[in-house]
């Protein structure tokens, strides 16, 4: 009775979301011509290959520092099309273009990953071509032409910068401006088809200098607030792809010394029947040569969370995003075989179908014995308005005669632009779930400089090992709270330019509420000065029992310092003390980034961490060196090394890449020693790859 009560409060919720208003901020509509002609990507913007293209010239609305004010520089964007490509140009004007920065040379790259922040000058195309307010594709460049692009999901509270696909942009750079331009076929596209149609977008742009993100359309509360967009109109698109057939075969020779040569071949199939619908098959995938995972120093004595890599699984991956996934993608190994599908069918129904094999080996077997496991996941989404949505995810392997996995629900809801909330739901079925539960209910507010939330969450007992087959949860048998508090200030003047205190709180007790499994209190200081030097401070006192066996009282004190030029160029040290686990502990370590020229790039971090008395023998130190050198976005060469002392790990990369047919046909020529796997020690030995993927 008590799930169903909270099920209905959750339906309750969900109806009130369908009266929210709508965003008020939206640019004017702006209509797209159509081009007789396609202009040339090469970033100059001629006026006769861009005649009767829309324009919208303007000092784009900043969302920061200054929310809500123009932005002092003036940018000028053009739209148009032509039957298989919507095309945008920038003219991004800068009184200061010596300062601009631009430093990323490898593709994906420019947002940094561990603090989501966007590292050069960039401009930036956000469609949702569906025009609900709930999903759109971001495809982003910065002045040396380095692309990166995502997907965002659920009114931006999910962002994936792990979707790739091929698009066309070129960056020139002149005396006071820098301009750039973008094809971006609709085949890459899941879209409504016809004529006249109205799809929603926004242009962005950023400048680290200036700590300033500013749009044409807006400010909403985030920039991926897919509800603030404006609206493109007229746009006339294809029922089909022209490219309704990809197939992407590979082939890699590998050679490892004292073990011989070995060649690998596999490839995918791409199929697009409709403009709403997509499906991949995949043989042998290319799971080699991916980025190596980067080794970190983990205290809580729980499973890291390792980022997604393979191409196979980055489609889509943004409908998966929750706040405990019931499909965490890494759980997969080296598949067989497998087969995805997505898209969206009727009113606001988006949906993923994702099968797969694998062979695993069979504990109790002899050596070298294995069985093959079958993996079903089964996402759906339903739009209810206003870029809210509930949605039902299912996950299943079968191996043998045991089925593990779970069902769930869970729901976004926007009440307006400041007010949202977040729930999910899931039962746990294999052999020591027992059909266990887990939920949690999450109201947040949230500006763009203010966040808030409390969090209740429940997990049965004995459902970790069965959920965690095909998810990611670190811990059961808990009743949680939990309650974060953070706001952001801006300085116009003075020595301080950003300043953003948070605290977090959490408690946690066992499911029967007997026994206090965690409490944790977590200040952050985070401070960024007009000279380029910047500081936090992270501070943690905690308890933890584990195992039901023992209790820990754990504290740390963290201070990081630095400079941070904006342009390329950081370095930065850390020191930190305190106490885990009943270990005196010593942590610091340092971080130095620093681009010479447009072509090459260094990198070099070092951790190191020291306990006494040691009981476990976890003393560690890594160390982290990444070098590349881009002769052009598509061709470069990239050097790795890391090593972690307490696994006695040392991993290698040398690469050699030629993109020809971005960013899927490629060749690669590369010498690996190590493992390139989280966590993992390092048995493979000097080992060379050629690998070869075209597209056709």
């Not at 956000?126 to 659920?154: C, H, K, M, V, W």
């Amino acid at each position: 009775m008590k799930v169903q009560a909270r099920a209905g409060w959750v339906l309750f919720t969900t109806a009130i979301a369908c009266w929210a208003p709508e965003s008020g901020h939206a640019a004017a509509p702006v209509g797209v011509a159509t081009f007789a002609v396609a202009p040339t990507i090469d970033g100059d913007i001629g006026d006769a290959e861009w005649t009767g293209a829309a324009v919208a010239d303007q000092y784009f609305v900043q969302i920061e520092p200054a929310y809500g004010e123009p932005s002092p520089f003036r940018t000028a964007v053009r739209i148009g099309q032509t039957a298989t490509a919507l095309y945008v140009a920038f003219e991004a004007f800068d009184p200061e273009i010596e300062r601009l920065s631009a430093a990323i040379t490898q593709r994906d790259t420019i947002t940094n990953r561990e603090n989501n922040v966007i590292q050069d000058d960039t401009v930036a195309v956000l469609l949702d071509p569906f025009g609900d307010g709930r999903t759109a594709y971001i495809f982003r460049t910065n002045p040396l032409s380095t692309q990166e692009d995502g997907r965002i999901a659920d009114n931006g509270r999910a962002v994936d910068l792990q979707w790739d696909n091929t698009w066309r942009s070129a960056a020139v750079r002149r005396e006071d401006r820098w301009t750039v331009e973008f094809e971006i076929p609709f085949s890459v596209l899941i879209y409504p088809a016809g004529m006249d149609r109205t799809w929603k977008a926004n242009f962005v742009r950023t400048l680290p200098r200036r700590l300033e993100t500013s749009v044409w359309s807006g400010p909403a509360e985030s920039v991926f607030r897919v509800t603030g967009f404006g609206n493109l109109t007229g746009i006339d698109t294809p029922a089909q792809s022209v490219d309704r057939w990809q197939f992407i075969p590979y082939g890699i020779v590998s050679y490892e010394v004292d073990k011989g040569a070995r060649a690998e071949f596999g490839g995918d199939v791409r199929w697009r029947p409709s403009s709403n619908l997509g499906a991949d098959f995949t043989y042998n995938p290319d799971f080699a040569l991916i980025d190596a995972d980067v080794e970190v120093v983990n205290l809580t004595r729980f499973e890291v969370q390792v980022p997604e890599k393979r191409p196979f699984f980055l489609e889509g991956t943004e409908q998966f995003s929750q706040r405990y996934p019931q499909f965490h993608s890494r759980r997969l190994g080296d598949i067989t075989w497998g087969v995805k599908s997505n898209g969206r069918i009727g009113a606001g129904t988006d949906f993923s179908l994702i099968t797969a094999s694998e062979d695993l080996p069979v504990p109790s077997a002899p050596p070298g014995g294995k069985r093959t496991a079958y993996y079903g996941i089964l996402r759906v989404q339903q739009s209810i308005g206003r870029g809210s949505t509930i949605g039902l995810l299912a996950t299943n392997r079968n191996w043998g005669s045991v089925n593990q996995g779970s069902l769930g629900a869970d729901t976004t809801l926007y009440f307006s632009d400041t007010l949202n909330f977040t729930a999910q739901i899931f039962e746990v079925h294999g052999p020591t779930a027992d059909g266990g539960f887990a939920w949690f209910l999450r109201p947040s507010y949230d500006t763009s400089t203010t966040h808030f939330h409390v969090r209740w969450g429940h997990f049965a007992p004995g459902i970790l090992r069965d959920f965690n087959v095909m998810g990611f949860l670190q811990d059961d048998n808990r009743k949680e709270f939990d309650t974060n508090l953070g706001h952001t200030f801006f300085f116009e003047s003075g020595l301080f330019e950003r300043v953003r205190p948070s605290v977090n709180f959490n408690r946690s007790t066992g499911y029967d509420r007997s026994v206090l499994r965690r409490y944790s209190l977590a200040p952050t200081v985070e401070a960024q000065l007009r000279n380029g030097l910047e500081f936090e401070v992270n501070y943690r006192n905690e308890y933890r029992l584990i195992d039901n066996d023992k209790g820990y009282y754990n504290n740390q004190t963290v201070f990081t310092g630095g400079w941070n030029s904006r342009d390329g160029r950081s370095l930065s040290a850390n020191i930190g003390t305190g106490r885990n686990f009943d270990n005196d502990l010593l942590l610091y370590g340092g971080e130095a980034q620093w681009a010479f020229g447009d072509s090459l790039r260094l990198s070099y971090s070092l951790t190191r961490l020291e306990l006494a008395p040691d009981f476990e023998d976890e003393s560690t130190t890594i160390h982290v060196f990444e070098t590349t050198y881009a002769f052009n976005p598509d061709l470069y060469v990239r050097a790795f090394f890391q090593s972690n002392s307490v696994i006695g790990k040392e991993n290698v990369q040398v690469l050699g890449v030629w993109r020809f047919n971005p960013p899927f046909g490629q060749v690669q020529v590369a010498y690996q020693k190590g493992t390139s796997a989280f966590g993992q020690t390092s048995t493979q030995g000097h080992t060379f790859f050629t690998k070869l993927a075209w597209v056709l």
